[in-house]
Protein backbone atom coordinates (compact mmCIF):
# COMPACT_ATOMS: atom_id res chain seq x y z
CA UNK A 1 0.00 0.00 0.00
CA UNK A 2 1.30 3.90 -1.29
CA UNK A 3 1.93 5.42 2.36
CA UNK A 4 1.91 9.44 1.84
CA UNK A 5 3.39 11.49 5.23
CA UNK A 6 2.90 14.90 5.43
CA UNK A 7 4.07 18.24 6.87
CA UNK A 8 1.13 21.34 8.10
CA UNK A 9 0.57 23.40 5.13
CA UNK A 10 -0.81 26.72 4.84
CA UNK A 11 -3.99 27.69 3.21
CA UNK A 12 -4.55 28.06 -0.86
CA UNK A 13 -4.65 31.93 -0.12
CA UNK A 14 -0.71 31.84 0.78
CA UNK A 15 -0.91 30.79 -3.35
CA UNK A 16 -2.83 33.11 -4.74
CA UNK A 17 -0.52 36.16 -2.53
CA UNK A 18 2.30 34.67 -3.99
CA UNK A 19 1.19 34.57 -7.91
CA UNK A 20 0.22 38.52 -7.13
CA UNK A 21 3.48 39.03 -5.95
CA UNK A 22 5.52 37.84 -8.30
CA UNK A 23 3.53 39.20 -11.41
CA UNK A 24 3.42 42.88 -9.34
CA UNK A 25 6.91 42.86 -7.78
CA UNK A 26 9.88 44.48 -8.78
CA UNK A 27 7.71 47.24 -10.36
CA UNK A 28 6.24 44.87 -13.02
CA UNK A 29 9.85 43.22 -13.94
CA UNK A 30 8.82 39.65 -13.25
CA UNK A 31 5.55 39.94 -15.74
CA UNK A 32 8.04 41.54 -18.38
CA UNK A 33 10.78 39.68 -17.92
CA UNK A 34 9.82 36.21 -16.97
CA UNK A 35 7.14 33.80 -18.03
CA UNK A 36 4.33 33.33 -15.21
CA UNK A 37 3.21 29.87 -14.43
CA UNK A 38 1.74 28.25 -11.40
CA UNK A 39 4.70 25.87 -10.42
CA UNK A 40 8.24 25.21 -10.88
CA UNK A 41 8.99 21.77 -10.98
CA UNK A 42 12.47 20.36 -10.13
CA UNK A 43 11.90 16.19 -10.68
CA UNK A 44 15.37 14.92 -9.10
CA UNK A 45 15.94 11.31 -9.66
CA UNK A 46 18.37 9.17 -7.78
CA UNK A 47 19.87 6.61 -10.40
CA UNK A 48 23.01 5.68 -7.89
CA UNK A 49 24.79 2.80 -7.31
CA UNK A 50 22.63 1.32 -5.17
CA UNK A 51 19.92 1.35 -8.31
CA UNK A 52 18.92 -1.87 -10.30
CA UNK A 53 18.29 -1.73 -13.76
CA UNK A 54 14.99 -2.76 -13.39
CA UNK A 55 14.24 0.41 -11.26
CA UNK A 56 15.87 2.67 -13.08
CA UNK A 57 13.58 1.32 -15.97
CA UNK A 58 10.49 1.47 -13.37
CA UNK A 59 11.30 4.77 -12.18
CA UNK A 60 11.77 6.39 -16.14
CA UNK A 61 8.88 4.70 -17.24
CA UNK A 62 6.94 5.91 -14.66
CA UNK A 63 7.62 9.54 -15.19
CA UNK A 64 6.81 9.03 -18.94
CA UNK A 65 3.43 7.39 -18.18
CA UNK A 66 2.34 10.04 -15.49
CA UNK A 67 2.98 13.49 -18.16
CA UNK A 68 0.83 10.84 -20.55
CA UNK A 69 -1.79 10.39 -18.04
CA UNK A 70 -5.28 12.73 -17.98
CA UNK A 71 -5.16 12.78 -14.32
CA UNK A 72 -1.86 14.81 -14.50
CA UNK A 73 -2.76 17.40 -16.88
CA UNK A 74 -6.02 17.96 -15.42
CA UNK A 75 -4.80 18.90 -12.30
CA UNK A 76 -2.33 21.13 -14.63
CA UNK A 77 -5.42 22.96 -16.32
CA UNK A 78 -6.64 23.20 -12.46
CA UNK A 79 -4.19 25.98 -12.04
CA UNK A 80 -5.14 29.94 -12.16
CA UNK A 81 -3.00 29.75 -15.07
CA UNK A 82 -3.18 25.84 -16.18
CA UNK A 83 0.26 25.71 -17.22
CA UNK A 84 3.68 24.80 -15.28
CA UNK A 85 7.22 24.46 -15.61
CA UNK A 86 8.82 21.23 -14.85
CA UNK A 87 12.95 19.76 -15.67
CA UNK A 88 14.38 17.07 -15.23
CA UNK A 89 17.33 15.52 -13.74
CA UNK A 90 19.48 12.42 -12.52
CA UNK A 91 21.77 12.62 -9.63
CA UNK A 92 24.31 10.10 -7.44
CA UNK A 93 27.08 11.19 -5.92
CA UNK A 94 27.80 15.30 -4.55
CA UNK A 95 28.81 16.47 -7.91
CA UNK A 96 27.09 14.22 -9.85
CA UNK A 97 24.16 15.76 -11.67
CA UNK A 98 22.92 15.62 -15.53
CA UNK A 99 19.63 17.26 -17.02
CA UNK A 100 17.93 15.08 -19.03
CA UNK A 101 14.98 17.32 -19.87
CA UNK A 102 15.76 21.21 -20.12
CA UNK A 103 13.12 23.58 -18.21
CA UNK A 104 9.81 23.03 -20.50
CA UNK A 105 6.37 24.58 -20.01
CA UNK A 106 3.45 22.08 -19.83
CA UNK A 107 0.03 23.16 -20.59
CA UNK A 108 -1.66 20.84 -22.50
CA UNK A 109 -1.50 17.14 -24.13
CA UNK A 110 0.50 18.25 -26.68
CA UNK A 111 3.08 19.98 -24.55
CA UNK A 112 2.61 16.99 -21.89
CA UNK A 113 3.26 13.98 -24.53
CA UNK A 114 6.71 16.31 -26.14
CA UNK A 115 7.88 16.19 -22.91
CA UNK A 116 7.12 12.59 -22.00
CA UNK A 117 8.77 11.69 -25.53
CA UNK A 118 12.02 13.06 -24.71
CA UNK A 119 12.33 12.28 -21.56
CA UNK A 120 11.43 8.18 -23.14
CA UNK A 121 14.58 8.55 -25.19
CA UNK A 122 17.36 9.92 -23.45
CA UNK A 123 19.64 7.61 -22.03
CA UNK A 124 19.68 6.67 -18.06
CA UNK A 125 23.07 8.65 -16.53
CA UNK A 126 25.32 6.00 -15.37
CA UNK A 127 27.23 7.96 -12.27
CA UNK A 128 27.67 6.56 -8.77
CA UNK A 129 27.25 7.50 -5.00
CA UNK A 130 24.47 9.00 -2.87
CA UNK A 131 24.23 12.49 -2.01
CA UNK A 132 20.38 13.57 -1.45
CA UNK A 133 22.31 16.98 -0.45
CA UNK A 134 24.30 17.15 -3.73
CA UNK A 135 20.93 16.44 -5.41
CA UNK A 136 18.92 18.88 -3.02
CA UNK A 137 21.85 22.17 -3.81
CA UNK A 138 22.07 21.59 -7.68
CA UNK A 139 17.98 21.22 -7.61
CA UNK A 140 18.70 24.98 -6.23
CA UNK A 141 20.54 25.98 -8.93
CA UNK A 142 18.08 25.48 -11.39
CA UNK A 143 15.50 27.85 -10.45
CA UNK A 144 17.92 30.63 -10.85
CA UNK A 145 17.52 32.81 -13.88
CA UNK A 146 15.51 29.93 -15.46
CA UNK A 147 13.08 32.07 -16.86
CA UNK A 148 9.89 31.51 -15.04
CA UNK A 149 7.97 32.69 -12.18
CA UNK A 150 5.49 31.16 -9.89
CA UNK A 151 4.12 31.68 -6.97
CA UNK A 152 5.34 27.96 -5.77
CA UNK A 153 8.37 26.48 -6.42
CA UNK A 154 8.79 22.70 -5.60
CA UNK A 155 12.02 19.99 -5.67
CA UNK A 156 10.31 16.98 -6.12
CA UNK A 157 13.55 14.01 -4.85
CA UNK A 158 13.73 10.77 -5.61
CA UNK A 159 15.97 7.49 -3.74
CA UNK A 160 16.12 3.99 -2.38
CA UNK A 161 19.12 4.92 0.58
CA UNK A 162 20.02 7.61 3.54
CA UNK A 163 23.12 10.67 2.15
CA UNK A 164 26.42 9.40 2.69
CA UNK A 165 27.95 11.51 0.61
CA UNK A 166 28.31 15.66 0.12
CA UNK A 167 27.19 17.85 2.89
CA UNK A 168 24.83 16.25 5.91
CA UNK A 169 21.19 16.38 4.51
CA UNK A 170 19.46 17.90 7.04
CA UNK A 171 21.82 21.16 6.45
CA UNK A 172 21.25 20.91 2.35
CA UNK A 173 17.33 20.73 3.47
CA UNK A 174 17.13 23.75 5.51
CA UNK A 175 19.19 26.44 3.10
CA UNK A 176 16.76 25.07 0.03
CA UNK A 177 14.06 25.93 1.69
CA UNK A 178 15.52 28.92 3.36
CA UNK A 179 15.39 29.93 -0.15
CA UNK A 180 11.09 29.23 -0.26
CA UNK A 181 11.43 25.58 -2.33
CA UNK A 182 9.49 22.98 -1.09
CA UNK A 183 10.96 19.36 -1.35
CA UNK A 184 9.11 16.43 -1.36
CA UNK A 185 10.31 13.18 -1.46
CA UNK A 186 9.90 9.52 -3.65
CA UNK A 187 11.73 7.20 -1.28
CA UNK A 188 12.08 3.77 -3.07
CA UNK A 189 11.43 0.66 -0.63
CA UNK A 190 11.44 -1.69 -3.10
CA UNK A 191 14.78 -4.19 -1.33
CA UNK A 192 16.00 -4.59 1.71
CA UNK A 193 17.66 -0.97 3.32
CA UNK A 194 20.36 -1.16 5.33
CA UNK A 195 18.92 2.07 7.60
CA UNK A 196 19.91 0.75 11.35
CA UNK A 197 16.35 0.39 12.41
CA UNK A 198 14.83 3.73 10.71
CA UNK A 199 12.41 3.14 7.79
CA UNK A 200 13.52 5.00 4.67
CA UNK A 201 9.88 6.64 5.01
CA UNK A 202 10.51 7.82 8.03
CA UNK A 203 14.31 9.24 7.06
CA UNK A 204 12.96 10.94 4.07
CA UNK A 205 10.43 12.52 6.09
CA UNK A 206 12.61 13.51 9.21
CA UNK A 207 15.55 14.19 7.16
CA UNK A 208 14.54 15.21 3.33
CA UNK A 209 11.46 16.97 2.89
CA UNK A 210 10.76 20.30 4.09
CA UNK A 211 8.65 23.62 3.24
CA UNK A 212 5.03 24.64 3.05
CA UNK A 213 2.72 21.78 2.31
CA UNK A 214 5.66 18.52 2.04
CA UNK A 215 4.92 15.61 1.91
CA UNK A 216 6.86 11.79 1.33
CA UNK A 217 4.43 9.01 -0.68
CA UNK A 218 6.61 5.69 0.02
CA UNK A 219 6.85 2.76 -3.41
CA UNK A 220 6.79 -0.53 -1.77
CA UNK A 221 6.16 -2.60 -4.83
CA UNK A 222 7.35 -2.57 -8.23
CA UNK A 223 4.18 -2.15 -9.25
CA UNK A 224 3.50 0.61 -7.31
CA UNK A 225 5.98 2.94 -9.23
CA UNK A 226 3.84 4.47 -12.07
CA UNK A 227 1.21 4.52 -9.66
CA UNK A 228 3.02 6.72 -6.88
CA UNK A 229 4.62 8.75 -9.12
CA UNK A 230 1.34 9.94 -10.91
CA UNK A 231 -0.18 10.89 -7.72
CA UNK A 232 2.66 12.80 -6.06
CA UNK A 233 2.74 14.37 -9.63
CA UNK A 234 -1.21 15.69 -9.14
CA UNK A 235 -0.80 16.50 -5.39
CA UNK A 236 2.13 18.71 -6.14
CA UNK A 237 1.05 19.96 -9.43
CA UNK A 238 -2.75 20.72 -7.85
CA UNK A 239 -1.37 21.51 -4.54
CA UNK A 240 -4.63 19.26 -3.55
CA UNK A 241 -4.12 17.11 0.05
CA UNK A 242 -4.82 13.48 -0.05
CA UNK A 243 -5.38 11.99 4.11
CA UNK A 244 -2.38 11.23 5.48
CA UNK A 245 -1.31 7.49 5.82
CA UNK A 246 1.10 7.65 8.49
CA UNK A 247 4.77 5.97 8.56
CA UNK A 248 5.03 2.76 10.05
CA UNK A 249 6.80 3.06 13.83
CA UNK A 250 10.53 3.09 13.62
CA UNK A 251 12.34 0.44 15.06
CA UNK A 252 14.13 2.73 17.26
CA UNK A 253 13.26 5.20 20.21
CA UNK A 254 13.61 8.91 19.89
CA UNK A 255 14.70 11.25 16.71
CA UNK A 256 15.90 9.64 13.83
CA UNK A 257 19.36 9.58 12.88
CA UNK A 258 19.78 11.90 9.76
CA UNK A 259 23.58 11.06 10.05
CA UNK A 260 22.95 6.82 9.62
CA UNK A 261 24.06 7.11 5.71
CA UNK A 262 27.27 8.85 6.62
CA UNK A 263 27.80 6.52 9.40
CA UNK A 264 27.46 3.34 7.72
CA UNK A 265 29.85 4.22 5.08
CA UNK A 266 32.57 4.92 7.55
CA UNK A 267 31.91 2.17 8.76
CA UNK A 268 32.03 0.26 5.87
CA UNK A 269 35.45 1.59 4.81
CA UNK A 270 37.00 0.36 8.06
CA UNK A 271 36.11 -2.97 7.81
Known sequence: MLRLIALPFKPVIVAIIGLLVAVAGNGGRAASAERIVDLELVLAVDVSGSMDADEHRLQRQGYVSAFRHPGVLDAIKSGFLGRIAVTYFEWAGPRSQVI?????VI???????AFADILATRPIAVIRGTSISGGLLYGLTLFNGNGFSASRRVIDISGDGANNRGEPVVMARDFVVGHGITINGLPLMLKEYWGDGTDL??????????????????VNQQNQMARAIRRKL????????????PARLSLVRGPTDCLVGEKQRLQRDFE
Open 100 to 104: TVPWT
Open 107 to 113: HNAKSAD
Open 201 to 218: DTYYRDCVIGGPSAFVIA
Open 234 to 245: VLEIAGRRNPLV
